[in-house]
Each structure stands twice: as C-alpha cells, then as structure tokens.
C-alpha cells in the first residue's frame, strides 16, 4: 500500500540554525499538510498545501515557517532560526483530493533543538 | 477556535474486554475520523465516517457519526495486547481542509 514517508526520522539541531524536513505524498495526492505534535501533547495543524500554494495555515504558522514543493514528489517544511520549542514530532499528511478521503500521514520526523 | 473533547484519557482494561471512547465537538464537523498512533510513529487511519448517523465497523472496532454532527465514539470490542496505543479522533469541516484533533486516549490491555 502507498505510504507517505518521511525524513530524516530524528534532527538534532542547534538553537537559531535552519531545519528543513523532507516528505514525499503518496503518489497521485494533491493535498499536502504538515502537523506538528509536542512530546505527550495533541496532533495540531500547521499548513496545507495544494495546488502549489498554502491553502490554509494555523497560527502556529507564522514567518519562522515556510513549504515548498520543489519537484513533483517532495514536499518540505522549513524552520528558520530555530528555538527550543519548535522541538517537536512533525508529521506530514497527504489526501487524493477526491470528495470523503481521509488524510495519510507518515511516520514522522523527530526535531530536538538543543 | 474549534475545540475537540476527547474521554476518557486513559484507559486500564484486560484483554478480552470491551473498550468505549468519545469525542464531542463544540462545532459541527463533517466528516469524523479515528487513528490510533504508536510509540514513534505516525497517526494510522482506523475508520472514516462522512454522514451523520453513519455507523462503520472495521473488524472489532465500531465508530458512529453522531446525528448532531458534533460527537463520535469509537468501540473496540474483545481487546487483545496489540490493541495498546493511543487512539485519537479527529474532526475535519470541507472535504480537504485540516484535521482538528483530540487530545487522545491512551489505552493499555492486561494480557
């Protein structure tokens, strides 16, 4: 079965230092999400992403942040200037677009800011 | 914004016993999902429901759509060791737009 994947799996970076984390959709997906999940806490959107460009994006996902999709199968979120609370699980999402389909997600990259 | 009340948090049950947990809304949704997530990994969809009142099954697991489009419930039944996880729901108005979760449900099965 097509999966989203994902990485690297873990990041360990620096305070204050760029981050970008990499994903490829399932294949023939045409909506693309990021969620953010802080150690024991709740899955919480970041941004969504269609058509290449964002189509909706929380408030967490203020200029500190940015998505791109460079190629026709990845899709990337960058942090710029990382702080200690951006250390979270991050997990990308991908949906065909189609009416009643659920969100795929992958398994997650692990941030640590130190 | 829209908030979603997930119970119980936890849940301490031996294997072979029914497990029930709910989530409501504040506001309404339309379409309901159910993913369980382990330790390290990512959410896996279990069910989808997309009509209010629907009920869907997936082996042992039963989710329903609640007819005010503002609750859902998940039902396990049987429960054996691999059940052990973290279940969210999660709740989505418009056919693509972000998914609002649940705090979770962590449940834990005594073999």
């Known amino acids: 079965e097509p999966e989203v994947t994902q990485t690297p799996s873990h990041q360990v970076t620096q305070m204050g230092q760029e981050v970008i984390l990499r994903c490829v959709p399932i294949?023939?997906?045409?909506?693309f999400y990021w969620y953010r999940q802080i150690l024991g806490q709740k899955v919480e959107f970041l941004v969504s992403?269609?058509?290449?460009?964002?189509?909706?994006k929380s408030e967490i996902f203020d200029d500190q942040f940015s998505v791109e999709r460079p190629d026709g199968s990845n899709f990337t979120l960058k942090i710029r200037s990382t702080k200690l609370e951006d250390s979270a699980m991050y997990f990308c999402?991908?949906?065909?677009?189609?009416?009643?389909?659920?969100?795929?997600f992958g398994d997650g990259t692990r941030l640590s800011i130190l | 914004g829209q908030q979603l009340n997930q119970s119980p948090q936890s849940m301490f049950i031996q294997e072979g016993e029914d497990v029930s947990m709910n989530c409501t809304s504040s506001?309404?949704?339309?379409?309901w999902l159910w993913y369980k997530q382990d330790p390290g990994e990512g959410p896996v969809l279990l069910i989808a429901l997309y009509k209010a009142g629907e009920l869907t099954s997936n082996g042992r697991l039963t989710a329903q759509f609640g007819i005010t489009r503002k609750d859902s419930f998940l039902n396990i039944s049987a429960s054996i060791p691999s059940d052990v996880g973290i279940y969210f729901c999660a709740g989505r108005w418009g056919s693509q737009g972000n998914l609002i979760f649940g705090k979770g449900t962590k449940l834990s099965v005594k073999p």
């Open positions: 506001s309404i949704f339309n379409t």
């Open positions: 294949s023939n997906h045409l909506y």
């Open positions: 999402a991908s949906n065909p677009g189609t009416i009643n389909q659920p969100q795929h």
């Open positions: 992403f269609y058509n290449n460009e964002i189509s909706e």
